[in-house]
Nanobody, 125 residues
């Protein structure tokens, strides 16, 4: 069973930083694409970033490019999202997701097979 467990959310002032982590277990993820999505109240789930677990390719949404950075720790089996220069519009529940058997970076939520439970990020103005 694939499990994705997010942590690291919280409340931060605009301009601040947070680091989210996603602990992945249950499979070998070498042929997976890992993604982060977010969902604000009343809005659809929104793509944030995707990366190949094996490395080499990463794709960011324009809204976070230059502020957010995704990284992997293959020993700890974690994917992290460093979020800097946070804005109130970044407020959302952030989800870690995994798409199996692909090397193509996916930006649609429906292309992902496994999801974490989400972690709340709130940015105050």
């Amino acid at each position: 069973q694939v499990q994705l467990i997010e942590s690291g959310g919280g409340l931060v002032q605009a301009g601040g930083s947070l680091r989210l982590s996603c602990a992945a277990s249950g499979r070998t993820f070498s042929n997976y694409v890992m993604g982060w999505f977010r969902q604000a109240p009343g809005k659809e789930r929104e793509f944030v970033v995707a990366t190949k677990w094996s490395g080499g390719s990463t794709y960011y949404a324009d809204s976070v490019k230059g502020r957010f950075t995704i990284s992997r720790d293959n020993i700890k089996n974690t994917v992290s999202l460093q979020m800097n220069s946070l804005k109130p519009e970044d407020t959302a529940v952030y989800y870690c997701a995994a798409a199996q058997g692909t090397v193509v970076l996916r930006t649609r939520a429906r292309d992902y097979d496994y999801w974490g439970q989400g972690t709340q990020v709130t940015v105050s103005s």
